[in-house]
């Protein structure tokens, strides 16, 4: 296995940020590790990559103890942060030097290196620039092509399309893509899109524990057997009205008067909708069934109730 997390858990104080998860990610996959903000995701990710340590667990990387042989981890996984750290007075090729030299690379193979990654990450035309004068989406390149310049085994990226514009995602999402056929890639994200375009599998982390593990066709084929119907009306409504229809297991409010109902596959559960509108005198100016989506799977999977007061 080319990642291994066995009991890993990670407590500030009383706070649980995650609470013994286990998975592993085989040589060459390309493994979607999603959950909302605050879920786990980042504190998992800079354990396996020796930036804290855990509570409790064992993490591996290629078959390398986190702990036990942390340099040697560095050595074999690359590694881009949520919120990419570049040192910005310095040029691109400058400081792409500078990181594989960190890792030991030296003289002719450090030159040859810092060449491919600058042609792997399309940056040919902006080696020469400072990185402070590059814009966002490029500056997510050279993060990259740091992360690649010691040709690391396993690639881990935290959010690395966060804050771009839909251009920069669809170019880097190629680049990933590029990446992946020689690297296990483990890499986090809220875009669906992503999940669906470049992920075998998923694996889905809520309050720090792990709520699915599953290659992506079979959680659509397993969770996507329930309804989702969009009802719009013409005022707002309670809720808790809605809660009380059989069948609904969730509700959510994306504006005054719409809602969106997940419910059982269940048939009869629009005519029981419109026998509540009806007995309760709530004008309807819509009502639609829509597709089961890895966005709604994923909203199922990770809604946290409000406690009641």
Do not use: W
Not at 162 to 187: A, M, W, Y
Not at 294 to 307: A, R, V, W
């Amino acid at each position: 296995m080319s990642l291994e997390i066995i009991g890993l858990s990670k407590h500030y104080g009383k706070q649980k940020a995650v609470d013994n998860i286990s998975f592993s990610v085989k040589e060459g996959e390309i493994l979607g590790f999603l959950g909302p903000n605050g879920a786990g995701k980042s504190t998992t990710m800079k354990i396996a990559t020796c930036f804290i340590p855990p509570t409790a667990g064992t993490v591996k990387v290629n078959g390398l103890d986190v702990q036990q042989n942390p340099l040697a981890v560095r050595k074999t996984i690359g590694y881009l942060p949520e919120h990419n750290p570049l040192y910005l007075e310095m040029y691109v090729h400058e400081y792409l030097r500078f990181i594989g030299s960190l890792h030991g690379l030296g003289g002719k193979k450090l030159r040859e290196r810092v060449k491919d990654v600058v042609g792997l990450c399309g940056l040919e035309h902006e080696q020469n620039k400072r990185i402070q004068a590059l814009s966002k989406g490029y500056r997510q390149r050279v993060g990259l092509a740091q992360a690649l310049v010691h040709d690391p085994k396993v690639l881990i990226l935290d959010e690395p399309t966060t804050g771009l514009d839909p251009n920069q995602i669809l170019e880097i999402r190629e680049l990933i893509k590029d990446i992946s056929s020689q690297k296990t890639v483990v890499f986090s994200t809220h875009i669906m899109q992503e999940v669906q375009a470049l992920c075998s599998r998923v694996v889905i982390i809520n309050r720090g524990n792990i709520v699915a593990d599953s290659p992506v066709e079979r959680l659509r084929e397993q969770r996507g057997k329930g309804r989702v119907i969009s009802v719009e009306f013409e005022r707002p409504v309670d809720s808790r009205l809605l809660q009380q229809i059989e069948g609904i297991h969730q509700i959510e409010q994306p504006s005054n008067t719409r809602y969106v109902l997940y419910g059982n596959e269940d048939r009869g559960l629009r005519s029981r909708i419109f026998r509540v509108a009806a007995d309760n005198d709530l004008p309807l100016i819509g009502l639609r069934q829509e597709e089961s989506s890895l966005e709604s799977i994923f909203q199922e999977l990770t809604h946290n109730p409000k406690p009641s007061a």
